[in-house]
């Protein structure tokens, strides 16, 4: 019995329609090509400037965490909408509007059992705030 190993096809990197599939349509990383294709990132990233596909601004959307503001999330590479976390951030607000503190609105969340964009850390005033100042900035 013989195992088959699909290996990419000489220069595949070098065929615009290729990369084009890889990058564009499925949304695969410069790095997850290089890997894919046995070539350097810098091969890829050289190839698709001379075809003119255009690049995506380099970790501009990542699957992470770290980094991503309360109430968003990244879904198929995207930044989209977190409706969980977005109903939670209504209701803090509603919380503020009521004259509750940064401080008080923390104690809230943390009896109500709602966890923070980790999942590990507790809610603290100062992370009630980066929450509320981040909406307001987007």
Request: positive net charge; charged residues 30%.
């Given at each position: 019995?013989t195992n088959?190993?699909?290996l990419?096809?000489?220069?595949?990197w070098?065929?615009?329609?290729f990369?084009h599939?890889?990058y564009?349509?499925e949304?695969?990383?410069?790095n997850?090509l290089a890997?894919?294709?046995?070539?350097?990132?810098q091969?890829i990233?050289k190839?698709m400037k001379?075809?003119g596909?255009?690049t995506?601004?380099s970790?501009a959307?990542q699957?992470r965490k770290?980094g991503?503001a309360?109430?968003?999330?990244?879904?198929?590479?995207?930044i989209?909408?977190?409706?969980?976390?977005?109903e939670?951030?209504e209701?803090?607000?509603?919380?503020?509007e009521?004259?509750?503190?940064?401080?008080?609105?923390?104690?809230?969340l943390?009896?109500m059992g709602?966890s923070?964009?980790s999942g590990?850390?507790?809610?603290?005033g100062?992370t009630?705030?980066q929450?509320?100042c981040?909406?307001?900035?987007?």
């Amino acid at each position: 019995m013989t195992n088959i190993i699909q290996l990419p096809t000489k220069n595949e990197w070098r065929n615009k329609e290729f990369l084009h599939q890889k990058y564009v349509v499925e949304r695969r990383s410069l790095n997850e090509l290089a890997v894919e294709l046995g070539v350097a990132r810098q091969t890829i990233s050289k190839q698709m400037k001379e075809f003119g596909i255009e690049t995506r601004i380099s970790g501009a959307v990542q699957n992470r965490k770290r980094g991503l503001a309360y109430g968003k999330k990244v879904k198929d590479r995207e930044i989209v909408v977190h409706k969980r976390e977005q109903e939670i951030i209504e209701k803090v607000k509603e919380l503020r509007e009521q004259g509750f503190s940064y401080h008080k609105i923390a104690d809230v969340l943390n009896v109500m059992g709602i966890s923070t964009k980790s999942g590990k850390a507790k809610w603290s005033g100062k992370t009630v705030h980066q929450v509320l100042c981040s909406i307001k900035e987007s």
